[in-house]
């Protein structure tokens, strides 16, 4: 019998106010949407029942370990996967896109799509960071990659690209974007500080690779600076080089929040962890 041709899968944690949306564009291209909810408390799971999508509870752990477990859960039963977070709505360009990819003989076996970002409830033209993202795979051939912080999907096929968005319209208040990226700087810190990983299981940063490749390589220089110029010289990239003043004032708070002080944070949590280190290392 043959596998239906594709899976959206998608993570969610009280994701109420946006999973209609994402879930709604989604079906467009497969009836086939898998949940993996973090046992929200909120209506996430009634509307994901209502508009037909199977849903699973497990707890959550990291984002690389919950979406690896969800591909795992799939990769027999389909022959493609779409992963989605579940605030990120894919237009309808990326919608018919995907359908064409999927109704004929696709030229690859992974496809990059490009994300659209948002800042305190506005879409962010040139302001975005990581702007694409692999999120489109035959089964078996992605996965993503064993990370605290920034994770990437990875595969070992060269990949296409989708030129339609996917906007993720994160609806978070700017306190709760500085309440989760307070948290996220904890995982950067502590991913910077230990162990590096290589091989199959990370992104390679490569100068010459696809963007995600590039962008990795660009951050592997930016942690070569200096502590404090780094975060300036980010500030300066993002908001003058890439633009980012063209979103206006948006543009320039999340220009703001994400170099001098989203990054700035993790220099400071870093400083503070080799600080506290060093006496235990002399004792």
């Known amino acids: 019998m043959e596998k239906p041709n594709c899976v959206v899968v998608i993570l969610t ?99 990059l799509l490009r994300r659209r970002d948002y800042f305190m409830g506005k879409m962010l033209r040139f302001s975005g960071v990581n ?27 060269t990949p296409g690209r989708i030129s339609g968005f996917m ?13 989760s990226h307070n948290r996220w700087s904890d995982a950067e810190a502590k991913e910077k500080l230990g162990p590096r990983l290589g091989g199959d299981n990370v992104l390679q940063p490569r100068l010459m690779g696809d963007a995600r490749e590039r962008t990795r390589f660009i951050k592997e220089l930016y942690y070569k600076l200096p502590t404090g110029l780094r975060s300036l010289s980010y500030f300066v990239y993002r908001y003058i080089f890439r633009l980012g003043f063209l979103d206006g004032t948006t543009g320039f708070y999340f ?8 990054r700035m944070l993790v220099d400071a949590k870093m400083y503070e962890q080799r600080s506290t280190q060093l006496p235990q290392r002399l004792n």
């Open 131 to 157: 702007p694409w993202h692999l999120r489109l795979f035959r089964s078996g051939t992605g996965r993503c990659e064993s990370r605290l912080y920034d994770q990437h999907f990875i595969s070992s096929a």
């Open 13 to 111: 944690f009280n994701s109420a106010s946006i999973i209609r949306e994402t879930v709604s564009q989604a079906k467009k291209l497969s009836p086939h949407v898998y949940v993996v909810d973090s046992h929200s408390s909120d209506n996430t799971v009634a509307i994901l029942e209502e508009l037909g999508c199977t849903v699973v509870q497990r707890p959550f752990s990291n984002y690389s370990d919950q979406r690896n477990w969800a591909i795992s859960q799939v990769e027999a039963s389909y022959g493609w996967q779409l992963h989605l977070d579940a605030d990120e709505v894919l237009d309808a360009q990326a919608v018919d896109e995907i359908k064409a990819v999927l109704s004929g003989t696709p030229r690859f076996d992974a496809y």
């Open 167 to 179: 906007h993720d319209k994160n609806s978070a208040r700017l306190s709760d974007w500085i309440a």
């Open 255 to 262: 220009a703001f929040f994400q170099a001098l002080w989203f």
